[in-house]
């Protein structure tokens, strides 16, 4: 190429201050690299880019493309302004499913880099926000060839459109102290069992799964995930009241009160007299705070599993919703465990599947029909940790309640005898 | 095609426990505590005694093949060859060896990437595609990210807010940047220009019908053709037309705006997860470094470390002071749009004498 380069005046501002600058990087594609496909291609995306810069629009279309035997996993990009830009008028993006956690070896990423210099324009992103890996802008012959290559070494397409997309799990066990499940199992567990739902777009719309060790939930999945699966713990904290003490002696008591003792969302916790701490395992509500201020002196408990919470989402179309409780703790040890976590998603997703509108979240399905249609669809027993608080309408008909107060009462002893083994 | 096509390998999701350094994978699932001996820096401690220090970095999140090698190279000089990606796409290598870390920091500065984004700093902003890559954006992303990291950079190098702040983008109302701490959102503020020449060609009209949250949208005959028309009293701007329907011009140079949100905050820790609250709007779409939506942010943050205690995340600060106070300390103003007439918003009306004064 006879190296003209697109003014980019304004992109050039974004080559100064002290973050990393993206377009110094697209830049560098397009004076360095040695392949020149490569070169006219970062030159075409930055004029494109200054274009959009200087009128404030958006230029790129979507379309169709997909790889043999799938039905997404690729976003197609073409552009409106492909005659003034002509060699990234094609730039569509792979979204490709990363190991659980987000955990390489430099010697994949180097894999991966030469794949997608090969085939793709040089650019990607660790991740994109549903946590796939982002590789951005190839023409729709490369999109196949890179795939065929980077399939053949064990990375395969995440989700794009209404199918399974995409999972994300937290760092968790790998390093993470307060972790109470095994992350990484779990997410592949989940994605894996659904992965002709990830390559075939048939569902009413999109549907997430997302998994964080403990109520911090680092990925946000109740807020972001159709299927959230959270670790917690149902016995009582470890503390370790040596610690504790060496917490107040070098923070002080006063410090500890005021951020650990008067924080507590359910009171649940309290400095004695002799500066240890006792906890009502009965009342914490196992937000995390006193942990996460106290990392060496108190420990999630040793009866550890998972809470589920369904149909978390953003705005469109009825606004954000937040995931709700439908399995307050559910074991994550043995194989069978883990089976039941999957037949539980089979199940929400067949019902969704089944009864959810065009374009409507597992979520807004729920807002429709209401949790305990749901509940009663998906095989599940309702349970007071499923509300903020009960009913304060009296607007409904209630000639069952002998029954139901009966159902209740008959599983309260089940579980009674089974915990008495 | 000429050439036989090949059958995918339907593998899914890849183990993570192949990519992961040795000493997590011995010690998963026995980590006993950390602590944070310096901004940017993590030490993990296990039962069994092994200790890990983790160096966090930000990038520039697009990555030129250059740029992930170069972290790469870092990689294999200083921390074994293995790596970790954060959920707002920091790179981070872990060591054994104490002695690496002041190197492997050092390397990470001198190559351009920063150091920092533990704990209590302002971590890196979570973005999305924008004008770079996506079909719907009302701005970009990458350049609003850019231009804001540059001036909060001192607040990822370093742990001075009381709690962590997560800052999110999106570069349209679909908001595929999520929940922050503080929100830079686009906000659209004048309904769809329909560009009826094209509705008839690209578009399956009942689908972009039943798209429309407040049923705006009615199917009509413009010069003779099939088009749509839409009822601008009811429109709320909001562009869920427009990913369906090209030709519902919703993004215009002058009108989409921007809005700015606090108080969203994914985590359990003390209060239950938030969703994060419109504080600004009317903010001009700036290219290329957004000033005035910085502004902003630096002023909210401002008063957020000032006002707020140790461990307060902003939705709790704003909980403790109540919203009037929010206000006058950010100077911001108070208007009609702030109060909420989506379906539930009584919830968010105050039923109370509870009033600072
Ligand atoms: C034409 C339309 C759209 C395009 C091109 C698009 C593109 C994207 C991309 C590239 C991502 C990041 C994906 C990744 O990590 O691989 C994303 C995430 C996301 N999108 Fe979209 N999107 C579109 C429409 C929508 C719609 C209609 C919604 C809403 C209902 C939506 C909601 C989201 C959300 C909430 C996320 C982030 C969610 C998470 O944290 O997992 N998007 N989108
Ligand atoms: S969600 Fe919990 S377990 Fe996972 S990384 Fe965050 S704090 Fe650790
Ligand atoms: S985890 Fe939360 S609820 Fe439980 S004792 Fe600690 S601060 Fe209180
Ligand atoms: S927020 Fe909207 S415009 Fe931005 S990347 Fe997501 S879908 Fe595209
Ligand atoms: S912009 Fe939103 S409210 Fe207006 S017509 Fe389109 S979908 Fe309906």
């Known amino acids: 190429m006879a190296d003209k380069h697109h003014e980019t005046p304004m992109l050039d501002e974004l080559e100064k201050g002290p973050w990393p600058s993206f377009v110094s990087g697209i830049k560098r594609l397009r004076d360095q690299h040695e392949n020149e496909r490569i070169r006219g291609m970062a030159n075409s995306l930055l004029g494109q880019l200054e274009h959009s810069y200087e009128t404030r629009k958006g230029y790129w279309k979507g379309g169709t493309v997909s790889v043999y035997g799938y039905g997404g996993g690729i976003i197609p990009r073409f552009s409106e302004v492909g005659h003034a830009f002509p060699e990234s008028k094609e730039f569509h993006t792979l979204r490709v499913q990363p190991p659980a956690s987000n955990m390489y070896t430099t010697k994949i990423l180097r894999q991966l880099a030469d794949s997608w210099e090969k085939y793709g324009s040089g650019l990607q992103t660790f991740h994109g926000q549903t946590g796939n890996i982002m590789f951005i802008g190839t023409d729709t012959e490369n999109t196949q060839h890179f795939f065929d290559e980077i399939n053949s070494y064990g990375f395969d397409l995440g989700?794009?459109?209404?199918?399974?997309r995409t999972g994300m799990s937290c760092v968790g066990g790998a390093r993470c102290e307060m972790s109470c499940c095994s992350e990484q199992v779990i997410h592949r567990k989940l994605l894996n069992n659904f992965t002709d739902d990830v390559h075939r777009p048939a569902l009413p719309y999109k549907f997430k799964f997302k998994i964080s060790g403990c109520p911090n939930d680092c990925q946000n999945a109740i807020e972001r995930s159709d299927f959230a699966v959270i670790g917690t713990w149902r016995d009582e904290m470890q503390i370790d009241q040596d610690e504790v003490k060496n917490y107040v002696q070098t923070k002080g008591r006063e410090y500890i009160i005021e951020n650990v003792i008067n924080?507590?969302?359910?009171?649940?916790?309290?400095?004695?007299?002799?500066?240890?701490i006792t906890v009502k395992d009965h009342e914490c509500v196992r937000c995390m705070h006193c942990l996460n201020v106290m990392p060496k002196a108190l420990h999630p408990g040793m009866d550890k599993g998972v809470t589920i919470l369904i149909g978390g989402k953003r705005t469109l179309?009825?606004?954000?919703?937040?995931?709700?409780?439908?399995?307050?703790?559910?074991?994550?040890e043995t194989e069978e465990d883990y089976d039941r976590?999957?037949?539980?998603?089979?199940?929400?997703?067949?019902?969704?599947?089944?009864?959810?509108?065009?374009?409507?979240?597992?979520?807004e399905m729920i807002e429709r029909i209401g949790l305990v249609n749901f509940l009663e669809g998906i095989g599940v027993d309702v349970d007071p940790n499923m509300v903020n608080h009960p009913r304060q309408v009296s607007y409904i008909r209630m000639d069952g309640w002998d029954e139901e107060a009966e159902k209740w009462y008959r599983r309260k002893l089940e579980e009674k005898h089974q915990a008495a083994g | 095609m000429a050439t036989e096509m090949r059958e995918p390998i339907e593998s899914g999701c890849p183990d993570a426990f192949q990519y992961m350094h040795p000493v997590l994978r011995r010690n998963y699932r026995q980590w006993k505590w950390h602590d944070h001996p310096r901004p940017g820096v993590l030490r993990h401690v296990a039962y069994s005694g092994e200790t890990v220090w983790t160096v966090k970095a930000g990038t520039q999140r697009i990555l030129d093949v250059f740029t992930l090698r170069k972290l790469c190279d870092i990689g294999d000089q200083y921390a074994d060859g293995y790596v970790h990606f954060t959920l707002r796409s920091n790179i981070e290598f872990m060591v054994t060896d104490e002695a690496k870390v002041e190197p492997l920091i050092k390397a990470l500065e001198d190559a351009g990437f920063v150091v920092g984004g533990t704990a209590n700093s302002v971590t890196m902003i979570s973005h999305t595609q924008g004008w770079l890559h996506c079909d719907i954006p009302g701005t970009d992303a990458s350049g609003v990210v850019k231009a804001m990291m540059d001036e909060l950079v001192d607040e990822f190098?370093?742990?001075?807010?009381?709690?962590?702040?997560?800052?999110?983008?999106?570069?349209?109302?679909?908001n595929c940047g999520g929940q922050g701490d503080i929100a830079i959102n686009v906000q659209h503020t004048k309904p769809p220009k329909i560009?009826?020449?094209?509705?008839g060609n690209v578009c399956e009209r009942p689908s972009v019908v039943a798209r429309c949250p407040v049923a705006a949208i009615r199917p009509a005959l413009v010069n003779g053709k099939p088009s749509l028309e839409v009822d601008e009293k009811k429109c709320i701007c909001c562009g869920a037309c427009f990913p369906p329907c090209p030709p519902m011009q919703i993004n215009d140079a002058e009108h989409t705006?921007?809005?700015?949100?606090?108080?969203?905050?994914?985590?359990?820790?003390r209060s239950k997860p938030t969703f994060h609250k419109l504080v600004a709007s009317g903010i001009p779409n700036n290219p290329p470094r957004w000033p005035e939506a910085t502004a902003i942010v630096k002023r909210i943050l401002k008063a957020y470390k000032e006002?707020?205690?140790?461990?307060?995340?902003?939705?709790d600060w704003i909980e403790r002071i109540g919203w009037p106070r929010f206000f006058e300390v950010t100077n911001l103003p108070f208007t009609k749009y702030h109060v909420d007439n989506w379906k539930g918003a009584r919830n968010s009306l105050n039923a109370s004498t509870h009033i600072r004064f």
Not at chain 1, 317 to 332: E, Q, R, S, Y
């Open chain 2, 195 to 199: 560009n009826h020449d094209l509705v």
């Open chain 1, 341 to 363: 976590l999957v037949e539980l998603a089979e199940e929400v997703i067949d019902f969704w599947a089944e009864n959810g509108l065009e374009h409507e979240r597992c979520g």
């Open chain 2, 257 to 269: 705006k921007l809005s700015i949100w606090v108080g969203g905050n994914h985590s359990n820790a």
């Open chain 1, 317 to 332: 179309k009825i606004g954000d919703l937040m995931g709700t409780v439908v399995v307050p703790f559910m074991k994550l």
């Open chain 2, 307 to 315: 006002g707020a205690k140790d461990w307060e995340r902003i939705n």
């Open chain 1, 263 to 276: 924080r507590c969302p359910t009171n649940a916790i309290c400095l004695n007299d002799d500066d240890t």
């Open chain 2, 157 to 174: 190098r370093n742990c001075n807010m009381p709690n962590r702040v997560h800052i999110t983008t999106s570069c349209c109302q679909i």
């Open chain 1, 159 to 164: 989700g794009a459109g209404p199918c399974v």
